[in-house]
């Protein structure tokens, strides 16, 4: 097992895509069940989600460099 640091670019990509597709699925998972204010239920999935894809962004620009 090799730490992230230690991975190349292409390996911290896929790592990086199916670990978020499965923290995303989680987090509108939490965030459908979640009986509370409409900024856990609604805007933080969204942060998170457009965070992710420009870190994917990111990661895709720098492993095809």
Same mark, same amino acid.
């Given at each position: 097992? @090799? ?9 911290? =990509?896929? @790592? ?12 509108? =998972?939490?965030?459908?069940? %979640?009986?509370?204010?409409? =900024? ?5 999935? !969204?942060? !998170? ?10 990661? =895709? @620009?720098? %492993?095809?460099?």
């Amino acid at each position: 097992m @090799r730490l992230y640091w230690n991975l190349s670019d292409r390996e911290k =990509f896929i @790592r990086s895509l199916w670990t978020g597709i499965l923290a995303l699925l989680f987090l509108y =998972f939490a965030a459908y069940t %979640y009986e509370g204010s409409l =900024f856990i239920k609604l805007y933080l999935p !969204v942060i !998170v989600t457009i965070g992710m894809l420009i870190s994917l962004i990111y990661k =895709f @620009r720098k %492993y095809k460099k």
